[in-house]
């Protein structure tokens, strides 16, 4: 093709791009969410589908595609066509830790438009409650006295809070025992019955159990205390440098319209700005968080970094795919 006519052609495609942008929405929007149903994240996703939808005059249908860590709900988002009539609701971990736990078959940023975030999250170090453990420190001291010995739960390898679990032995320098489960309920039980000595969970996923007495609450792994646990301390301040959470972002293809993806983002503030939403967040234990685009490229960019030191740090038994690859 002559230079020529490769230009004109490009200039055709940004004026249909735009010109579509401008339309957008002309019909439903296909919200899938990388989760299962009726958890606090779906939940989430929900609540901000039904705002979205309310804010741009069509309705936004959330499906829930699970399988796989969520590769099955972002190769499905990641292969569709970036016309804004399909978005994903993710969370941060499905970008910044699953790179380093095997191959996957998208680029975790290159093949995503990120239009902002709508959440954040901390977690919450539970034990049982007549674990022997009455602080942070007094867990630190026990693990330190007998390495391997003290064991924490979580809902599977590779998820949030087994990285928050690894990040902590690794920090407060004491060999942890490091015992998956498939899901967070029976890791939690097993937390109740004293099998497994500690977990991190989401705040807003164990504070009925604590408010219940079934678990107790040693730390928060925030800078701050959080709002539903104002006497819970800190992890920080006995484990100088820990921090590990998470948050929720709405994306497309790659290659999403740059109108679309600014009116999303707009609306996505805006709702964060509305008393009645963030009351409905601080329900299920989650924070606004909003920002710009460049802001979650930039928060993917860096906790892939930090995540990635965490996870080389751990044996080729519980990665093997990174040993497998010479990482």
């Known amino acids: 093709m002559k230079p020529w006519k490769t230009l004109a052609a490009a200039v055709g495609l940004a004026v249909a791009q735009a010109a579509g942008a401008q339309a957008w929405p002309a019909k439903p929007i296909k919200l899938i969410i ?32 699970t399988g796989a860590s969520g590769a099955i709900a972002l190769q499905r988002l990641a292969r569709s066509d970036p016309d804004g009539y399909t978005l994903g609701a993710t969370a941060n971990s499905l970008h910044t830790v699953a790179p380093h736990m095997g191959n996957l078959p ?8 990120f ?25 630190v001291g026990r693990a330190r006295k007998e390495p391997g010995a003290v064991s924490y739960g979580s809902s599977g390898v590779g998820t949030g809070n087994h990285l928050a679990g690894a990040l902590f032995g690794q920090l407060a320098r004491a060999d942890l025992n490091s015992i998956p489960y498939r899901g967070g309920s029976p890791a939690i039980m097993d937390v109740m019955a004293g099998r497994t000595d500690f977990m991190f969970d989401v705040v807003g996923g164990a504070i009925a159990q604590i408010d219940a007495g079934k678990v107790k609450a040693l730390g928060v792994s925030g800078t701050s205390r959080h709002p ?4 819970v301390p800190v992890i920080a301040e006995t484990v100088p440098g820990y921090e590990a959470g998470g948050w929720f972002a709405l994306i497309g293809p790659a290659h999403l319209p740059a109108a679309i993806v600014q009116r999303l983002n707009r ?11 963030r009351e409905q967040l601080a329900a299920l234990g989650y924070s606004p968080l909003p920002g710009t685009p460049a802001d979650v490229e930039k928060r ?14 751990l044996p080729c038994s519980v990665v093997p795919a990174r040993c497998a690859a010479g990482k």
């Open 115 to 139: 239009a902002g975030t709508y959440a954040s999250f901390d977690y919450v170090l539970i034990t049982a409650p007549d674990a022997p453990d009455k602080t942070v420190g007094d867990l």
């Open 106 to 113: 998208y680029d975790t940023l290159g093949s995503f438009t």
């Open 34 to 65: 990388p989760l299962a149903a009726g958890g606090a994240t779906d939940k989430a996703a929900r609540l901000v589908a039904q705002r979205l939808g309310t804010a741009l005059g069509q309705q936004v249908v959330a499906e829930n595609v």
């Open 267 to 277: 609306e996505l503030n805006a709702m964060q700005a509305s008393p009645e939403f």
């Open 228 to 231: 539903l646990l104002p006497n």
């Open 300 to 313: 993917v960019k860096a906790e892939t970094l930090k995540w990635g030191e965490v996870v080389g740090k």
